[in-house]
Every structure is written in structure tokens, then in C-alpha cells.
Nanobody, 123 residues
């Protein structure tokens, strides 16, 4: 059974950094686009970043451009989200997603989601 498992969340002070990881198992996701979404308490899920399966194309939400970097290692079936200059408004549960089509990942119209990892940024 295909599974996405996130890790790397935690508590960090504003201005700090975290790196999230998402490991895919149960099938090969090397040909899938992958992405990250987040959901803050009391708010809807929002797109954060996405990466094509070749890693040649990336897309970011305006709110994280210049601070977050998405990357992937297909040999390890893993996608990463490097988060720098964190702000309290980045506090949320972060979810990994995968789909054969990059535009479906960006739109959140995927069948594969992880269970989430929580990030808390203190001021």
C-alpha cells in the first residue's frame, strides 16, 4: 500500500530553520510530482511548494518564496522542505502530497497524502 510519511517538524524560534522530510513507500514515486501543503489551526489547507519528478520544475506559494526550498532524492523516495527564516505565521501541520501530474499536486487534487508533521514557530 502506498504511503507517505513526514518527519522533521518541531518547535523553533522565529528566524530559525527546520527541514521536513517525506518518505514514500509501497510503490515508486520517482515518476510522481510531489509537494507540501500546510494547515494552520482553524484554517484550510494551503499549498506551500511542489516539485516535478525530474526536479526540473518547482513552484512556491508567494508567502514562502525566498525562504523555503523544496528538493527531492528519487533514489531515496524522499522529498524535502528546507524552511529558513521561519515566522510565527508558518505555524501549521505540514502535509506531503504526490501525484503523476504537477498541476494536480499544486491544486491539491491528489490521491496520496501523508499524515502530517507539526511545525510551531514561537515569537
Amino acid at each position: 500500500q502506498a504511503q507517505l510519511v513526514e518527519s522533521g517538524g518541531g518547535l523553533v524560534q522565529a528566524g530559525g530553520s527546520l527541514r521536513l522530510s517525506c518518505v514514500a513507500s509501497g510503490r515508486t514515486f520517482s515518476s510522481y510530482a510531489m509537494g507540501w501543503f500546510r494547515q494552520a489551526p482553524g484554517k484550510g489547507r494551503e499549498f506551500v511548494a511542489a516539485i516535478s519528478w525530474t526536479a526540473g520544475i518547482t513552484d512556491y506559494a508567494d508567502s514562502v518564496k525566498g525562504r523555503f526550498t523544496i528538493s527531492r532524492d528519487n533514489a531515496k523516495n524522499t522529498v524535502y522542505l528546507q524552511m529558513n527564516s521561519l515566522k510565527p505565521e508558518d505555524t501549521a501541520a505540514y502535509y506531503c502530497a504526490a501525484d503523476p501530474a504537477l498541476n494536480r499536486v499544486v491544486a491539491g487534487r491528489t490521491n496520496y497524502w501523508g499524515q502530517g508533521t507539526r511545525v510551531t514557530v514561537s515569537s
